[in-house]
């Protein structure tokens, strides 16, 4: 029953994260799959505590609304601790949102922090809970830092950590971009419907 309402919710998640017309959606899914081998990309922390495991419920470029999508959403409670799958510069922050639902209304209610990083991309973490952003913008944050609550604020129709990548282009655009994590199976491509453990080890975790 769980999960039929889970699936059933998936069908409008789509619109609660931002669309990307990316044309590196074909190299991805080869890299993805194994196709291509050879990968030199930076490979992200998860961006939850050591040793915790959560589901993946929509995928980069995942079939189901992803199309389009360079993202992944991590199934999360509201409340659960979301720490900085790279270190890097804040450059943005929001948290004084209070409501999310699927109306248009909720849009400019949703809480986030993006972090940018020393090789020019940055990285998004969104739908935080209200007052759930524990870093300020100019704050400089190290890899598996706590910074933030999840939550579900924003147009969302329901709990979930949404996380992407963007870097700029030749013509100074924004790009979404499909990112490696270090997890218990190896350095991967996460896939849409399964569990991820974390297995960064941080003394400084509470």
Request: charged share 20%.
């Amino acid at each position: 029953m769980k999960w039929l309402a889970l699936i059933l919710s998936l069908s409008v998640i789509a619109i609660s994260c931002s669309v990307s017309t990316s044309p590196q959606r074909a190299t991805f899914r080869q890299l993805q799959s194994g196709k291509l081998k050879e990968d030199t990309s930076y490979v992200y922390a998860l961006p939850f505590a050591s040793g915790k495991t959560y589901r993946v419920i929509q995928g980069y470029y995942s079939r189901l609304t992803h199309k389009e999508r360079a993202a992944i959403d991590f199934n999360m409670q509201v409340g659960t601790r979301v720490y900085a799958a790279r270190g890097g510069v804040v450059t943005r922050v929001k948290k004084d949102g209070s409501r999310g639902g699927l109306k248009s209304k909720y849009r400019s209610e949703g809480n986030l922090i993006i972090i940018d990083h020393e090789d020019g991309t940055r990285a998004g973490y969104w739908h935080l809970q209200y007052n759930g952003a524990f870093v300020n913008v100019g704050d400089t944050v190290k890899q598996g830092q706590l910074i933030g609550l999840s939550g579900n604020t924003g147009y969302t129709a329901m709990p979930h950590l949404h996380f992407l990548v963007w870097q700029r282009t030749a013509e100074g655009r924004w790009q979404q971009i499909g990112t490696r994590f270090k997890t218990a199976q190896g350095d991967v491509y996460l896939r849409p419907y399964k569990r991820y453990k974390n297995p960064f080890i941080n003394p400084n975790q509470p």
